[in-house]
């Protein structure tokens, strides 16, 4: 059974600081892994989507890197903003599952 | 483009009563998955529907249903609401079938259920 584990559980931060988001899952057999943004009382929205026989992503001031064999994936935040405040959600897409498997995210504030 | 649309976007029930949840997929995508968010942690997967049939099911009890209609729109069913129920209800759309393709989901904004 597939678990995720997203450490820290809550980051505070001064504005324009680099960070650091980590996510670790148990089984390497993954189609892809997902990273989401949620804001308070909202839906999910997809930041980063990294394919199994990719290394890394980038979007603007994020970079997400998977390791698939030490079952690993960092989400890079470049210059933090406040606008970044918000809870950072990785997620697994195991091979012969039809689910996504969840952290339970990292809550980032980051302070003007 | 719309995105996924759920509705309603919160609703409040009684315990023992019955809800249903609706969402709508992103025009061309036939896959639709519903989950459950407590507060504080991950969602958790409860069914994926895939050209109208059920392919997927979550450690979920027998109260949690779901169909999938001809237009890939969805339903979440809900009988004799506990307390615990009360969640964040997320749907996800995917252009394929997610068992065999290397795809993105796309969530909405959620329905918050609040039972009391």
């Known amino acids: 059974k597939q678990e995720v584990t997203q450490i820290p559980a809550a980051l505070s931060v001064p504005e324009g600081e680099n960070l650091v988001l980590n996510c670790s899952f148990t089984?390497?057999?993954?189609?892809?892994l997902q990273w989401f943004r949620q804001d308070p009382g909202k839906g999910l929205t997809s930041l980063l989507l990294i394919q199994s026989s990719q290394r890394e992503q980038t979007s603007g001031r994020l970079n997400a890197s998977l390791d698939k064999s030490s079952g690993r994936s960092t989400l890079y935040i470049a210059a933090s903003q406040p606008g970044d405040s918000a809870t950072y959600l990785c997620?697994?897409?195991?091979?012969?599952?039809?689910?996504?498997?969840f952290g339970s995210g990292t809550q980032l504030t980051v302070l003007p | 483009d719309a995105g996924v649309t759920q509705s309603p976007t919160h609703l409040i029930k009684t315990r023992g009563q019955h809800v249903t949840l609706r969402c709508s997929p992103i025009s061309g995508h036939k896959s639709v998955s519903w989950y459950q968010q407590v507060l504080g942690q991950g969602p958790q997967f409860i069914f994926q529907y895939y050209e109208k049939e059920e392919r997927g099911r979550g450690n979920f009890p027998d109260r949690f249903s779901a169909r999938q209609f001809p237009n890939y729109s969805s339903e979440l069913n809900v009988n004799a609401l506990l307390l615990g129920d009360s969640a964040l209800y997320l749907c996800?759309?995917?252009?394929?079938?997610?068992?065999?393709?290397?795809?993105?989901?796309?969530f909405g904004q959620g329905t918050r259920l609040t039972v009391v």
């Open positions: 996800a759309s995917s252009p394929r079938d997610t068992y065999y393709s290397n795809t993105e989901a796309f």
């Open positions: 089984d390497s057999a993954i189609y892809n």
């Open positions: 997620a697994v897409h195991s091979g012969s599952a039809r689910q996504l498997t």
